[in-house]
């Protein structure tokens, strides 16, 4: 079942300047993106710093304005709502961000922070919703003391867990999770990876993941799209991108992940060589004048690819 | 750049309408008018007094006198001065260069006192030295000026006689000859002094904190790691990056002095502008009122744009096209 | 075997703090080779960085104290003052810091701050300096040098800031580049770029490099020899191959098993329990790592962990390493990365 | 381009709360916790004796007493209205300590309110507010002042303080917004937006709780720089009558040199009363400050 | 420190003409140093006031004080006056009025000339009166007086193109009046213009032309040389002045704030200069000073409110039933306050207890009214008599309806001590038991506080202000029923008609005029109107270097006199 479908989003930022501080010409954040998550799937995103994955993700929560474009959730266009009409759907959609140090308000108890949506959506007492809270530490492995607690009191990894506690509160169908674990250390890394997969199986979640690191995008994601200056220029399942990248940006992204083994280490400093020409020498088959990638074309019935 | 500077004046013109529109109500909200002096005077004649009013027009709608001054105003015509029976813009002109040099004198001091007490407070924080000066910089913020500047007058004025104490310049000596520079200059300098010794203060502590703000910062180290010496990471990197913020700022000190100039050319009686805003409010003599601070209304925006072109001259991240 | 261009022997650095001093780099000794990249690694707050700055002399003297020696060209670094070091810093020694944005001083042009370097350490000329600014900077793979020069570092992109810090730390052809988490800040593409010029520029000029970091991938791709650091101490060193062969330490073991690699199937990742202590309440009796194994006894650590050679070149400090297995279904993982090299 | 955040992020200490550590700042800074001890002495007592003296008592002329030098009768002497000094220093200090704290009480509601605002929202909320303020920085402000306190029929403390503080919010104003403006960008508020709290409630318990350890610090300082905010207008004229002493009226009787050069006791006392507040205030503001900024701590 | 009194008596030293007008005068006129003056000397006079002079150098156009003090060195008055401000022929020219008081013929002399060599003639004068008149002129000088001169008006209207009231003849200039006023005696205008030199200037543009500004002409004793504008003026002997060359070189005028007059005084920066009261303590210690004093041309008073002024009728018009209605609490409240104690403890013996509305340096004041003297008992007394009784028990006396009985008192800020001494009579009504309060609770900057009598506002019960009077005694000007100055807008028939008499032909007479005006300070004085309280002194602090400088009163044109010994 399809549960979010994004239709030919565009984001764009204006950009102000001259006389009167007109908008004289727009950052096309993102630009016309197509995809679909399907219930209980994880969707990754990826593509280098500024890419449009987080403007991409924020658009579904509505963080950003969406300047055209569909975001069908469950069959309802979430992009012309207003604040008011997008409430109801705060309570499906929810977002666990990169920074875990500042995405929790560091004068908030954990108590004040977890209960935060439960207080918007409904009415509780403070046992119930102390209840509540409770048992959402105890899912994420905190202790259940911890509700006193200032978020400058955990370690980054359980800081994080507390920001998924959060977005869980409202039993969400959906999650963006933005870069959820770039910030973290490998090791704290690794517990927050678990644990996403975890709950995921728990709750019958749906992840749109978005990183940078192909490590954690392969391990976490069943299929995933590659984005590269607004666009997307692949999408497929996950280890078809991975084994058969066919854009030429995806190979290059692809080449330059370090290989854990340091045998391979000389052929690939030699790929990487191949693959810089080989973008040069292509490039027109993978971008228009404009320099912006071609639309999305099938090459097998999961796998696409911007190409002419 | 030049179309930031004209996009700037464009918007000045509605803060500048605003602030007279403002300016020009409350003047006339003022109790009494440029002839109310002249009442005490038993014999003058209140018929003759009315006469004059009607005459000035000082019993218009205040809108119609408005429209006529600020008409005039644009055309740099700020009225005749009641008091001084001459047109404003000749009464403030001498005043705004004393003001204006006595300000530029008070910077040249705050500056000379700030920069090197400030470094060396910052350089060496947490020793005696910046103790010392941190101990100074509070006093100063502590001590209201014009106490202080009454001392300083007191002291070096009268007791010690090494300055005069008052007046912008000594009567005796002919205009345009080396010794009236001279004289002008003796004349600024306790006040200029009396001011920077007290308002030098925020500056050294301003300074004090970017200087231990930036001896910290990441490109410091680089510095260090190229190994550049101590003496050069503090002249090439760290002190330029401090002075950056209080350059900046230098638009904005200028104007404050100007604007701020009304206790201390009281106290030395100097012939300045804030002194003849003082008379001129006592006297209800609208015209100067107006002008003067319209004028330094406008110092003020000349200072913030002047403040905005420092900036983006000295810092490279901040470029105004 | 090439020749060594840096002993570390014994070195402790300490920070003040209140008080005391506390031990953020202790009693860590090593050798950097001509030619050689030195990895570092480790967790966030172990001491590396604390490391590279001991080396380059770079801690701030008040607040720090270093002991041991670093022998660099048969002059012990710990003992020279502020002028004979400057001598050796930018000159015989280069660095390359974590953020370049910070680090570059943002009133001051590219060229001008490359060309700093050569004002203390050459006796160019103003256009000999430029000239050889221009080199440096095609060099290390800026497209237009000659407008780059002129540029200040906002005007650049992150990786073409992380160049122009490179061309700084390589100005002098030093014998040793230190080489603080150079592409941490950067995209994976740009970090492949950048790894790509170091080896690039080593080739040429046959220095030693030390890189820190914390990304065992990227150790993989371009270290000869790997130094894990945990909590401020030397967990085990050994060639890159030995190492990722072979690993021994608990320590390195969970590290290399919770990566989640980009070319190996979907397994539950291994998680470290616990966090690296600050160095204020380290314990500094028995093995660091234990109270983040605490399901291995604690008779399988030493009293006094040691280093023990246990190949050649390759050490591991205490011996909790012959008992230490994986605990639950993870060790299965664990073993698949240590059988399948 | 964007610069990841990378990994710098430091294991941190298990670290106390607010209260504590400014607590603990006061402690470890000596002359911060003296400044603390002789603040409240001196605010204890100025209130507590100033409300057991007879305000009329004080302003009562005595011809048989004008400038008396300090003696067991009056302890700080009196002045040209046969005044007694030390009633005039109590309630003086009273006074301006009341009149400083209500300044900087009311310019930080309005500070933060529209800085908050301005903050928060940004675009043309921003635009409009910062005009404004902008617009108020523009004024020549003390020369403002004079004219509007020759045009206030009624002068008295209320609206000294009201004066006052339409020309002295801007600076909050803009303190806080630009602490605002960087906040919002923070994921928390982010967060809460996700999370369907409405606005005002972010503002007030998101935002608001953030900018505090901010709004106190300037809070504390403004306190101290305020306190002589009414000396130089008393000075020139337009300060407060006499009926209502403040110690910018015992300071301004310098003006006539002989009061300044032989008899000191009528603006000294005054003048170090007002040293000394500003120096302890400003001594724990900066205390508080370095508590608010983990850089600067010193504990 | 407090103890002036005996400093004061030791000062005390009566000279001749001064012990006759002022009975009080506690204060030497004259410079003592009787030596030589040396050739070539230098005086430098401080010109005491903490704003910069306007530099309207002309008598015509000035406004402030300031102004006027740098005029008197370099210009004056065609006639000058004697010590009771009357007109003399000693100046620079001579007057006569004819039998039927109705012309005044002004005979300059042949060797008063202008500073440029022309002499000064009928026409000069003529001139004044000319712009004075004149439609552009936006001046304050054209007065009552003015208009009596025939054809005046029908100038001043615009009707005619010059005054028919005034015939110029050379160095002879007529006037003609409608009819004959003793004013013309004191308050003739004899301020010439130096026609020549001016009459290029339109009239509209002569007060800010360069010639009144900075090459302003005179034939005073001394010549402008030079003018740092509001600061200071440098001064040249006029070698050619009609009365001979004066004693000095030169004079340096400069402005000085009041608070460092006495330091300029003491370390010799200056010569001459104005000492204020709150500086005499400090004055009087200075060694190298003279302190010399005069009675100033002015009084205070408190005022009461009676109504409002009438701008259609033009007069004043008394209330119905106005609050202070009862004479006795008027004069109660007089009793109520201790005005010898305030002159001598508060202005440290600088000013004492008015007797009259009238100043003692004129003749025309009567010696024989005392000053309400303090007197609690008898104050309380009348206001028991009046009805004015504490009902209630609250030490506040009701009014004779048993009505609250409350008294808005207004007062004007300027001096350190007005805020005291408005405090001080407060505080003595409040002993008899009148409930005083203090307009708004404090006191009224200068401006708004004329706004506030001028619009007769409603919540002014009374007020405490002062006059400065002119050299002429005429008191209608403030006193009389269509007076728009007439603050306290009290009009009383009997005073009408005193007035009147006094600027009647008849009084010419001297002695006629003086028990007119006697006649009306002693209704004044019973009807109290106002409570005139205070006279003051003013004082000069003068170098020992210098002689024959005179601050008496009426001596205005005396620099020539005044030389320097060392
Ligand atoms: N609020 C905004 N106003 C203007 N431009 C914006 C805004 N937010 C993002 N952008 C721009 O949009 C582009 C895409 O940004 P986005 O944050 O989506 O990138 P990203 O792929 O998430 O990068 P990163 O990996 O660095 O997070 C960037 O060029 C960015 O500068
Ligand atoms: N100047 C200092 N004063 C006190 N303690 C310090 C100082 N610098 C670092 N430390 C502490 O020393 C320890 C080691 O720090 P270091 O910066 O070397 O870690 P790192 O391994 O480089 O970490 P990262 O990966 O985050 O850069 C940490 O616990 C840190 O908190
Ligand atoms: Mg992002
Ligand atoms: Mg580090």
């Not at chain 4, 006791?265 to 983990?294: C, E, H, T, Y």
């Not at chain 5, 407090?2 to 001749?16: V, W």
């Amino acid at each position: 079942m399809t549960l979010l479908k994004v239709d030919n989003l565009k984001v764009h930022f204006p950009i102000r300047g001259g006389f009167f501080r007109r908008v004289v010409d727009h950052v096309k954040a993102v630009d016309g993106v197509s995809f679909e998550l399907q219930q209980g799937e994880t969707y990754g995103l990826v593509g280098e710093s500024g890419s449009g994955k987080s403007t991409t993700g924020k658009a579904v929560v509505k963080l950003n304005d969406v300047t055209s474009g569909q975001i069908l959730f469950e069959g309802r266009d979430l992009a012309g709502l207003s604040r008011k009409e997008i409430k109801p759907f705060r309570k499906d959609i929810q977002m666990i961000f990169q920074d875990p140090y500042s995405s929790l308000n560091p004068k908030k108890r954990v108590l004040d922070i977890i209960a935060e949506p439960l207080r918007n959506f409904e009415r509780q007492s403070p046992a119930e919703e102390k209840k509540i809270v409770q048992d959402f530490l105890d899912k994420v492995g905190l202790s259940p003391e911890s509700i006193h607690k200032y978020p400058h009191e955990f370690s980054g990894g359980q800081r994080q867990r507390i920001g998924i506690a959060r977005s869980l509160t409202l039993k969400p169908k959906l999650i963006i999770a933005d870069e959820p674990v770039s910030a973290l250390d490998v090791s704290v890394q690794a517990q927050v990876l678990n644990f996403l997969q975890d709950l995921q199986q728990e709750f019958n979640l749906t992840y749109l993941f978005v990183g940078h690191d192909l490590g954690v995008i392969r391990h976490m994601c069943d299929r995933m799209g590659v984005m590269y200056r607004g666009r997307l220029v692949e999408e497929g399942k996950s280890d078809e991108i991975y084994e058969n990248p066919q854009h030429i940006y995806t190979k290059r992204l692809i080449a330059a992940i370090p290989d854990l083994e340091p045998e391979v280490r000389g052929e690939k400093v030699k790929l990487r060589k191949k693959l810089t020409a080989e973008y040069e020498s292509s490039y027109s088959k993978f971008f228009d004048e404009d320099g912006r990638a071609y639309d999305l074309k099938p090459i097998s019935s999961t796998h696409r690819v911007a190409i002419l | 750049m030049w179309k930031f500077i004209l996009r700037r004046f464009l918007v000045m013109i509605p803060q500048l309408f605003l602030l007279s529109l403002i300016v020009f109500m409350m003047a006339k909200a003022m109790p009494g008018d440029a002839l109310s002096g002249q009442e005490l005077n038993p014999k003058a004649n209140p018929a003759e007094l009315e006469r004059i009013r009607e005459e000035l027009g000082l019993n218009d709608p205040w809108y119609q006198q408005y429209a006529r001054w600020a008409g005039n105003a644009v055309q740099g015509d700020f009225g005749i001065s009641y008091t001084h029976k001459t047109p404003v813009m000749d009464v403030i002109e001498d005043r705004l260069w004393n003001t204006v040099f006595l300000a530029l004198v008070t910077l040249i001091f705050t500056y000379m006192l700030a920069i090197p007490l400030g470094i060396l407070s910052g350089r060496y924080n947490d020793t005696w030295i910046d103790k010392s000066v941190t101990g100074y910089s509070y006093l100063g913020f502590g001590t209201p000026i014009f106490i202080f500047a009454l001392i300083m007058l007191f002291i070096f004025g009268f007791a010690l006689d090494w300055f005069p104490s008052g007046g912008s310049v000594d009567s005796k000596v002919e205009e345009g000859t080396f010794a009236y520079v001279v004289s002008k200059i003796n004349h600024l300098i306790l006040p200029a002094l009396s001011t920077a010794l007290i308002a030098t203060t925020s500056t050294i502590q301003y300074l004090r904190n970017e200087i231990i703000d930036n001896k910290i910062k990441d490109f410091v180290r680089t510095a260090r790691s190229k190994g550049v010496p101590e003496s050069n990471v503090y002249s090439r990197h760290i002190l330029r990056n401090s002075f950056l913020p209080i350059a900046a700022f230098l638009g904005y000190e200028i104007t404050g002095l100007i604007g701020g100039s009304v206790i201390i050319e009281t106290i030395f009686s100097y012939p300045g502008l804030g002194q003849l805003f003082l008379s001129s409010v006592s006297l209800r003599d609208f015209s100067v009122v107006t002008a003067i601070v319209m004028m330094t209304g406008f110092a003020t925006l000349l200072g913030t744009l002047l403040s905005d072109i420092i900036l983006s001259a000295v810092d490279p991240r901040i470029r105004i096209e | 075997m090439n020749k060594a261009i840096l002993e570390v022997e014994n070195l402790t650095t300490s920070f003040r703090i209140g008080n005391k001093y506390h031990a953020a780099v202790d009693d860590v000794s090593f050798t950097v080779n001509e030619n050689e990249i030195v990895a570092v690694v480790g967790e966030s707050g172990c001491g590396k960085s604390a490391l590279a700055l001991s080396i380059m002399q770079l801690h701030n003297k008040q607040r720090t104290k270093s002991e041991g020696t670093i022998h660099y060209n048969g002059q012990n670094l710990i003992t020279l003052n502020d002028t004979q070091m400057n001598k050796v810093r930018g000159k015989e020694l280069g660095m390359i810091f974590q953020e370049p944005l910070t680090a570059l001083n943002p009133l001051m042009t590219i060229g001008k701050q490359i060309e700093e370097n050569l004002d203390y350490h050459t006796n160019l000329s103003r256009d000999g300096k430029k000239k050889r600014t221009i080199e440096l900077l095609t060099q290390v793979g800026i497209p237009y040098p000659e407008r780059t020069y002129k540029q200040f570092p906002h005007e650049l992109s992150g990786g073409m800031r992380q160049r122009a810090m490179i061309s700084i730390a390589i100005a002098c052809n030093p014998a040793l580049v230190i080489a603080d988490e150079p592409t941490t800040a950067l995209d994976v593409t740009i970090q492949a770029q950048i790894l790509d010029l170091l080896k690039d520029i080593q080739s040429r000029t046959r220095m030693g490099i030390i890189l820190i970091t914390h990304d065992l991938s990227v150790v993989a791709e371009v270290a000869d020899r790997i130094i894990v650091m945990y909590a401020g101490q030397v967990v085990e060193t050994g060639s890159v191959k030995e190492i990722f062969n072979n690993p021994l330490h608990p320590y390195t073991r969970s590290l290399l098993n919770s990566i989640p690699s980009a070319t190996h199937e979907k397994n539950r990742l291994h998680v470290i329990e616990g966090i690296v202590p600050s160095i204020a309440k380290m314990d500094r009796v028995g093995c660091r790592f234990q109270d983040r194994i605490p399901w291995i006894s604690k008779h399988a650590h030493e009293e006094r962990p040691e280093l023990h050679e246990v190949a050649k070149g390759h050490f591991v400090r205490c011996t909790c390493y012959k008992e230490f297995y994986f605990q639950g279904e993870g060790d299965e993982s664990a073993h698949d990365i240590t059988q399948s090299r | 381009m964007k610069v990841e955040t990378g990994k710098n992020i430091q294991v941190q200490d298990v670290s106390p709360s607010g209260m504590k550590i400014i607590w603990q700042e006061i402690k470890k800074d000596k002359l911060a916790m003296g400044s603390l001890i002789t603040l409240a002495a001196i605010l204890i007592f100025v209130y507590g004796a100033a409300f057991f003296m007879d305000a009329k008592e004080i302003a009562k002329v005595d011809f048989l007493s004008i400038y008396l030098e300090p003696s067991s009768d009056y302890w700080l002497g009196t002045d040209y209205g046969g005044r007694d000094v030390y009633g005039q220093l109590i309630v003086g200090t009273r006074n301006s300590f009341t009149i400083s704290l209500f300044i900087t009480l009311f310019t930080a509601i309005i500070g933060l309110s529209f800085g908050l605002l301005a903050g928060y929202f940004g675009g043309a909320t921003d635009n409009v507010i910062m005009r404004v303020i902008d617009f108020v920085i523009a004024l020549p402000q003390l020369m403002f002042i004079i004219v509007v306190v020759t045009i206030v029929p009624v002068f008295n403390v209320y609206v000294f303080i009201l004066i006052m503080t339409v020309f002295l919010w801007t600076g909050k104003a803009r303190l806080i917004r630009s602490k605002a403006l960087s906040e919002r960008e923070l994921d928390y508020i982010h967060a809460s937006q996700t999370l369907g709290t409405p606005h005002w409630k972010i503002i007030l318990f998101q935002l608001l709780p953030n900018v505090s350890s901010l709004i106190i610090v300037n809070f504390i300082l403004n306190l101290a720089g305020n306190i002589g905010l009414e000396s130089s207008l008393t000075f020139l004229g337009f300060g407060l009558p006499e009926s209502t002493p403040s110690l910018g009226t015992l300071i301004s009787y310098a003006r006539n040199p002989d009061v300044l050069e032989n008899k000191w006791w009528i603006w000294v006392p005054a003048s170090l009363m007002i040293l000394v507040l500003m120096l302890s205030i400003n001594f724990v503001g900066q205390a508080l400050k370095r508590a608010a900024d983990a850089r600067q701590r010193r504990g | 420190a407090c103890s002036d009194d005996t400093e004061k008596s030791s000062t005390k030293e009566k000279k001749g003409k001064a012990v006759e007008q002022v009975d009080a005068s506690k204060f030497p006129t004259k410079t003592t140093n009787q030596a030589e003056p040396i050739k070539g000397g230098h005086l430098t006079y401080g010109l005491v006031s903490d704003t910069p002079f306007e530099g309207i150098l002309n008598k015509v156009f000035y406004q402030g004080d300031p102004d006027n003090q740098v005029i008197s060195f370099f210009d004056e008055d065609l006639l000058d006056t004697d010590e009771n401000y009357v007109f003399t022929n000693d100046g620079a020219a001579s007057y006569e009025i004819s039998d039927d008081h109705k012309t005044v013929t002004l005979t300059i002399k042949d060797n008063v000339n202008w500073q440029d060599g022309k002499p000064v003639t009928g026409a000069d004068l003529e001139y004044a009166y000319l712009v004075m008149g004149s439609k552009d002129y936006k001046g304050v000088r054209y007065d009552e007086q003015m208009a009596l001169i025939e054809g005046m008006e029908e100038y001043h209207a615009g009707k005619a193109d010059s005054i028919s009231g005034i015939k110029v003849d050379g160095k002879k200039i007529i006037f003609t009046f409608k009819k004959g006023n003793p004013s013309v005696t004191t308050g003739l205008w004899t301020y010439p213009l130096h026609k020549e030199y001016l009459k290029d200037v339109p009239i509209a543009d002569l007060e800010s032309s360069d010639k009144i500004r900075k090459n302003p002409i005179g034939f005073g004793p001394f010549k402008v040389k030079k003018i740092v504008q509001g600061e200071a003026v440098e001064f040249e002997a006029n070698k050619d002045y009609y009365r001979g060359a004066p004693k000095l070189d030169s004079v340096t005028l400069k402005v000085v704030n009041p608070s460092v007059v006495v330091k300029s005084l003491e370390n010799g920066d200056l010569d001459v200069a104005k000492v204020l009261a709150e500086q005499y303590d400090q004055a009087k210690e200075l060694d190298n000073v003279e302190l010399l004093g005069k009675v100033e041309l002015a009084y205070s008073y408190i005022g009461f409110n009676f109504g409002q002024y009438d701008k259609e009728k033009e007069e004043n018009v008394m209330d119905e039933n106005p609050k202070f209605k009862d004479k006795r609490l008027r004069q109660a409240m007089a009793y109520a306050i201790n005005n010898e104690e305030v002159g001598e403890k508060m202005f440290k013996g600088l000013r004492f207890p008015a007797n009259s509305v009238i100043t003692p340096n004129f003749k025309y004041n009567n010696k024989d009214l005392k000053a309400y003297e303090y007197n609690p008992e008898k104050a309380k007394k009348l206001l028991d008599e009046a009805g004015f009784v504490d009902t209630n028990n609250d030490g506040i006396r009701e009014d004779a309806d048993g009505k609250k009985f409350k008294i808005n008192f207004a007062s004007m800020s300027g001096s350190d001590v007005s805020e005291p001494l408005a405090r001080y009579y407060i505080q003595q009504w409040e002993q008899v038991g009148i409930d005083v309060e203090l307009l708004d609770g404090r006191l009224h900057e200068f401006n708004s506080f004329y706004d506030l009598l001028k619009k007769d506002n409603d919540d002014v019960d009374m007020y405490q202000a002062a006059w400065g009077v002119a050299s002429d005694p005429d008191p209608s000007g403030l006193w009389s029923r269509s007076a728009e100055f007439n603050y306290t807008r009290w009009v009383n028939d009997k005073n009408d008609e005193l007035l009147a008499k006094g600027i009647s032909e008849e009084a010419f007479d001297d002695q006629f005029r003086i028990d007119t005006y006697n006649e009306w300070q002693e209704l004044i004085h019973d009807e109290v109107p106002v409570i005139p309280t205070l006279f003051r002194y003013e004082l000069a602090g003068v170098n020992d270097r210098v002689t024959g400088y005179d601050f008496l009163a009426g001596r205005q044109y005396q620099w020539h006199n005044v030389g320097v010994t060392k």
